[in-house]
């Protein structure tokens, strides 16, 4: 996985934007198609264990595989994640859990909430 540096900026109406330093770990295409493979084996697996619990298997398998399929085709979208950091709310000052996860779609601005005080909140990511 290359690796990049990225400054991390989390911004809300008012106060200055916090900025953080960050690494975003872009996916290769290799990568992309690995980890949707895996999550599509994922969702076989945990569908073939509802097989013998009666009336659950009915809605539950379909769902399974329902889901599984669309989190791996939405996996093949991923350029890369964010390797996991803690970044001050500007309002409030209590720290926010920022990355990690599944990754990102584009490294374009997103809308999120501040863990603590809950206001809206716009985290993008500038290269370096």
Known sequence: ?????????LATHGP????????????????RIKRSVV???VAILLA??????????LLGIPLLLVGGVILSIRQLA?????QP????CPKCGELNRVGGGLGYSSITPRERMCDSCRRGLTLSMEWQ
């Open 39 to 41: 999550i599509l084996g």
């Open 48 to 57: 073939a264990t509802l097989i013998p619990i009666p009336i659950v298997h």
């Open 78 to 82: 991923m350029v890369g994640r964010l």
């Open 1 to 9: 996985m290359p690796e990049r540096p990225v400054t991390v900026v």
């Open 85 to 88: 950091l803690r970044i001050a």
């Open 16 to 31: 200055e934007p916090v900025r953080a330093e960050g690494v975003f770990d872009e996916f290769t295409v290799a990568q």
